[in-house]
């Protein structure tokens, strides 16, 4: 008897954890989502209205600072913000002079994240241009990443790049064979939206075959429409259809795969938009103080790094405060009309928030303003398109969240939440265990 009652347990042991293992997590980040997209039926995302009345999703979703793609998709995957993930923006702070590169590097991640707890668990991921994903624990990826032209005035290289970085090595060649068709550089273009279509035959292929857990995509031309027309336009409308168009070929991929009602699917989004008008230049003022000289860069006392609507103070010696002050004072000394641009975020406001932990302090531009990195010039210059970066405390730098399927109950509406909280409910849904961290598990979206 005692036995056959063991016998049993295992036998319940066995199928939770293959109940575990056939729950599945699409998540699809649409860069530079805004709720209005799928709230305002004038946008035209159909297929992501159809499955919103099917599940939940929010009206806003705060994000981090700086609100940029890097580090808020490091917070998507891990729970925290950046001051603990260590993804701080897109591009690394280069007083000694900007070399191209982002932060492409996994292993720039300090913390534990969604894809390194189901690797843990054993279960199967795929990652289609996730940020900072390079070297990353995805079973299937398919990294973010390209190579620096050789010389100036020489296109990046993106195909190649993606090739050779690709794990397992063969996997570019087996999506271009089986996904896509032969692709080159003009595939990976902004201008084009076949980009994110490539990405959606890539991930539907990649769902299809090997069914993962977990797989996350990036999706990118609303983002670059918007930063050419601002928040509206006839380009971003078309890249709006564009990934509308992706999301649901993606839930047939899903369908086909037989794996749909073992389904959960999240859209998200890592920041919204801001039109803009003109672009601020702070380095400019440290130049002519002589804290930096673009001219022998090595020889630098400060540094802004642009980064958007944020603009943070790098000193050569964290402990200068001599120089700290200094730079407080040139800000002060501007005219009073252009003191009214930005406002002065304190080392304890970007503890609060969560922020780079190696800044003085940061400038966080009004809507309608960004910042350069020239160090020459006037203050104030012309500026138009659209941008983000700017501290997430105002409703048109959220981005925005829908929930469907399996696990997700229908009807729900979450007024606001945190980029924070998406880790732990993808964590909950696969039983990740992920550990706490500055998000809450949304109890009220769950069945």
Known sequence: MKKLILAAAALLACRLSGFAQESHVILISIDGLRPEFYKDPSWNMVHLR???ETGAYADGVDGVFPTVTYPSHTTMISGVKPLKHGVYYNTPAEPNGVTGKWLWNYSTIKVPTLFSQAKEKG??????FWPVSVGGPATYNIPEYWYLPKEKGQERVMGKALQENANPPGLYEELEQYATGKMDELDFNGDYLGMDENFARMSCYLIRKYKPSLLAVHLVTVDHFEHEQGRDG????????????????????VQKAGIADKTTFIITGDHGFVDIHASLTPNALLAKAGLYDPQKPENWKAYFHPSGGAAFLQLKDKNDKH???????LLKGLPAAQQQTFIIKTREELDAVGADATAAFA????????FNGAATGEFIRAAKGGTHGFFPD???IQTGFVAFGKGIKK????????LVDIAPLISKLLQLDLPAGDGVLLEGLLK
């Open 323 to 329: 120089t700290k002050e200094k730079v407080l004072q």
């Open 50 to 52: 159809q499955g919103m």
């Open 411 to 418: 009807g729900v509406v979450i007024r606001q939440m945190g």
């Open 234 to 253: 006839d380009k971003v409308r078309a890249a709006i259809a564009g990934v509308d168009r992706a999301i649901k070929s993606i839930r047939e991929a």
């Open 363 to 370: 400038l966080a531009a009004k809507p309608g303003y960004t």
């Open 394 to 396: 105002f409703k048109e």
């Open 123 to 128: 279960l199967k991921t795929a990652s289609v």
